[in-house]
């Protein structure tokens, strides 16, 4: 049985684009594959998803290990009312798709 989400990643690896359930069956088949994504901050993609377990979450946790605070891009309510219960606004910065610009040329500006 396949899965009903996935994530794809950038060429740097730094926008991973999540759609679908992010549940343990997606989490099992790409967490190789994160683990090798670029350093640097990150921008979590998540105007498609439609669910995530625990195992989402943890992808989530993946994401800020090397110090940064990724970027969660249009969170459905639903996931960002989980993040947020779960304290993970103080983890990542919640972005939506119309403040995605304004963002990036704030990170160029503290390069």
Sequence with gaps: MGTSGG???????LVWEMWGEIDV?????????LETAGE????LDMRRVTFIDSSGV?????????GS???IL???RLVRELL????FDMLVEF?????LDEARGEDAAAD
């Design 58 to 66: 943890r992808l989530v946790v993946m994401a800020s290990q090397d």
């Design 95 to 99: 972005v939506e798709p119309d403040q």
């Design 40 to 43: 640097g901050r990150k921008t």
């Design 69 to 71: 605070r990724p970027r």
């Design 7 to 13: 994530i794809n990643l950038s060429d740097d690896g």
């Design 74 to 76: 249009g969170a459905p």
């Design 84 to 87: 947020e219960m779960m304290s």
């Design 25 to 33: 069956a997606v989490a099992h088949e790409v967490h190789a594959t």
